[in-house]
């Protein structure tokens, strides 16, 4: 099964529309950690946030925000205002502590932002 | 500081060919995973190394190979390539490996194998 589910494989908006990308993930663990990356054409994968399964209060940073919710595991990312450069593939992956720093991807939704 | 290097950043080879990446970690990262993106099945977690010790590993076959050096520079290696070792394979650094460690990518790979 799954560890990470991103049911969205491609979203388009209008630029300065807000967009929301869905994550929901299953682990066993009680301490788990969840990260969000930017995946640009040019194919490096870039850290937006990372959060621990014990800190469930919302991140904003800038246009970008995090609603993390255990009850439903869900950890969901909001680009307000979405620009061009938002344009890119996002992926949500989980860590465990049971298994290491291995991290199990979701298939990221691809973004496109239209000016 | 300097983030995660690969080399080479393309590649074509052939079947049956074998091949090897390099990569070079973040100075003061002890830890090197190892990932494959193909559009089919997303990104795999292939092996994890730290301090010249393979820690980890995911469900490749024995064709996939890795090592670390004791600067922690590592290289991957697939023998007996296949059409379906086509991939970008994107190495991954962080502190110590731990699970609370953020791992920080490299640009990847692509290998293209014909």
């Known amino acids: 099964a799954q560890k990470v589910t991103q049911a969205q494989t491609e979203i388009s908006v209008v630029e300065k529309e807000d967009v929301t990308l869905d994550c929901v993930y299953e682990?066993?663990?009680?301490?788990?950690?969840l990260f969000w990356y930017k995946q640009p054409p040019s194919g490096e994968l870039v850290f937006l946030i990372r959060?621990?399964?014990?800190?469930?209060q919302n991140e904003i940073s800038g246009r970008y925000s995090w609603n993390f919710q255990k009850s439903t595991s869900s950890f969901n990312f909001t680009i307000t205002a979405s620009q061009v450069v938002d344009s890119a593939v996002y992926f949500c992956?989980?860590?465990?502590?049971?298994?290491?720093?291995?991290?199990?991807f979701g298939t990221g939704t691809s973004l496109t932002v239209i000016p | 500081k300097a983030g995660v290097t690969q080399t080479p950043r393309y590649l074509i080879k052939t079947r049956g060919q074998q091949v090897t990446l390099s990569c070079s970690p973040i100075?003061?990262?002890?830890?090197v995973s190892w990932y494959q993106q193909t559009p089919g099945q997303g990104l795999q977690f292939l092996f994890e190394?730290?301090?010249?010790?393979?820690?980890n590993k995911g469900n490749f076959p024995g064709r996939f190979s890795g090592r670390q050096f004791s600067n922690s520079r590592s290289e991957m290696n697939v023998s007996t390539l296949e059409l379906g070792d086509s991939a970008l394979y994107l190495c991954?650094?962080?502190?110590?490996?731990?699970?609370?460690?953020?791992?920080?990518f490299g640009p990847g790979t692509r290998l293209t194998v014909l």
């Open positions: 991954a650094s962080s502190l110590f490996g731990y699970s609370t460690d953020t791992q920080y």
């Open positions: 682990t066993r663990d009680t301490t788990y950690y």
């Open positions: 959060r621990n399964s014990f800190d469930e």
């Open positions: 992956a989980l860590s465990e502590d049971t298994t290491g720093n291995q991290f199990y």
């Open positions: 100075s003061g990262h002890r830890s």
């Open positions: 190394y730290f301090s010249e010790t393979q820690r």
